[in-house]
């Protein structure tokens, strides 16, 4: 199928018609309020809406500054507004909003004159381990390769709870962390700002409809309560890490900042993409069972760019198929022991590295823990992020002639708070 928005057809943009992935956005200082991406436009839904172009129910939902209300419809709103803004956005199909010249003025808005904003209210946030090469590279190099994933790794979605009130959407600024941090050598830990600051390549499933609190649901049902999946880079200091997570896992190391991509690409437009997960070196437990193909063939890749350099450097190459643990199975899990989830729950899926050097997830695993700097397009190197280096996230699942993309998740370091009193307790 063609848009009449000639961007649309471009083979290589993120946005064509077989997309429309949903965010939030303002332009001229307006209210943010919900739109779809249609190449290089947004189409502002709340406009659409109360034109009566279209409709998700009985209530308007989509001049709000967040998703939520329209997710908590459920599945067959979903598809509804797939099919309904299709049919206004196809070359061919219905001429409301094409043949309306001031309508289509007030809906349409160039990308590069809109701020994006969180596309959804967070409603918590969890992030899952479940990228195999992954941990197998931080095992080998914390445990070694007899030890390198825990016991209880192939049998279970190992996650921990993370900080919504951090979630921030692509482009938000990030700062560099303090805490304590124990040098090589030394018994007792400083206060500093992190000295190994990283990223990690993620992608985030967004929870649209909610589990009852003590209920738990089948991998199957987990699926039909899934809206789409945005790029989620969980922003990590490995030496707050180090110190802080034995015996309760990741805290202060994991909270100070997680970005997102703007745009909630639906599994609608992911289905002709899925793949199986690779195969079971352990049996899942029943309840894990998959019931069809629940992981997605989706390119990424990782780009630096140092302050005051002309253009980033790809530093790495992977896919989403890496996976071990799909989503479905993820949020199965979560809610297997009784926990309730809502309508805005954030899982990340955990670092998708792959098997070779060129396609590892994080820092950490791409200089080997500091021992093998990269050397960057310009000539730079780097083990790990520097102040004021931007990093970015990007992917796209591959059509024959159209990509289904997510844009981009983007973040700039900060350098971090000035330190002094804090060592003494702030005076």
């Known amino acids: 199928m063609k848009s009449w928005i000639a961007s649309a057809n471009h083979p290589e943009n993120h946005f064509p018609l077989l997309n429309l992935p949903y965010g939030v956005f303002s332009r001229d200082g307006e209210a943010p309020r919900c739109g779809v991406a249609i190449g290089d436009c947004v189409a502002d839904l709340a406009v659409l809406e109360q034109a009566g172009l279209i409709s998700a129910g009985p209530a308007r939902v989509f001049g709000a500054p967040a998703l939520n209300d329209f997710m908590a419809l459920g599945a067959a709103a979903w598809d509804a507004m797939r099919a309904r803004l299709t049919a206004l956005l196809t070359e061919g199909g219905d001429d409301a909003l094409r043949g309306d010249a001031a309508l289509r003025a007030r809906v349409l808005a160039?990308?590069?004159?809109?701020?994006?904003?969180?596309?959804?209210?967070?409603?918590?946030?969890?992030?899952?381990?479940?990228?195999k090469h992954h941990a197998s590279n931080v095992g080998i190099m914390f445990r070694g390769a007899e030890n390198a994933l825990p016991p209880n790794w192939l049998s279970i979605p190992i996650a921990y709870n993370g900080r919504a009130s951090t979630v921030v959407v692509s482009g938000t600024e990030i700062r560099r962390p303090l805490g304590q941090i124990k040098p090589s050598g030394q018994d007792l830990p400083v206060f500093s700002p992190s000295r190994r600051l990283d990223i990690e390549l993620e992608m985030?499933?967004?929870?649209?409809?909610?589990?009852?609190?003590?209920?738990?649901?089948?991998?199957?049902?987990?699926?039909?309560?899934?809206?789409?999946?945005?790029?989620?880079?969980?922003?990590?200091a490995r030496d707050i890490q180090a110190w802080e997570y034995q015996p309760l896992g990741p805290f202060q190391a994991k909270v100070f900042g997680t970005s997102i991509s703007p745009w909630v690409v639906t599994k609608a437009a992911l289905a002709p993409f899925r793949v199986a997960a690779p195969a079971r070196e352990r049996p899942l437990l029943a309840y894990l069972a998959e019931p069809g193909p629940m992981l997605f063939d989706i390119q990424l890749e990782i780009l630096m760019q140092p302050e005051g350099a002309a253009r980033p450097s790809v530093i790495s190459r992977t896919n989403?198929?890496?996976?071990?643990?799909?989503?479905?199975?993820?949020?199965?899990?979560?809610?297997?022991?009784?926990?309730?989830?809502?309508?805005?729950?954030?899982?990340?899926?955990?670092?998708?590295?792959g098997p070779t050097k060129d396609s590892r997830g994080s820092l950490l695993e791409l200089s080997w823990g500091g021992a093998e700097p990269l050397t960057l397009e310009t000539g730079e190197t780097r083990t790990f992020i520097e102040d004021g280096d931007t990093l970015t996230?990007?992917?796209?699942?591959?059509?024959?002639?159209?990509?289904?993309?997510?844009?981009?998740?983007t973040g700039k370091i900060l350098p971090a708070l000035p330190v002094d009193g804090w060592e003494a307790g702030r005076g």
């Open 110 to 131: 160039p990308m590069a004159d809109v701020k994006m904003h969180l596309p959804f209210r967070v409603a918590g946030y969890t992030d899952f381990y479940s990228g």
């Open 204 to 236: 985030g499933a967004v929870v649209g409809l909610p589990t009852a609190m003590g209920a738990p649901i089948t991998v199957a049902e987990a699926e039909e309560k899934i809206f789409g999946y945005v790029l989620l880079n969980d922003w990590s």
């Open 320 to 353: 989403a198929r890496e996976l071990y643990f799909s989503a479905p199975q993820q949020l199965a899990h979560h809610a297997i022991g009784g926990c309730k989830m809502e309508t805005g729950d954030l899982l990340g899926s955990g670092t998708i590295s």
């Open 393 to 409: 996230l990007t992917g796209w699942a591959q059509g024959p002639d159209y990509r289904i993309g997510f844009g981009e998740c």
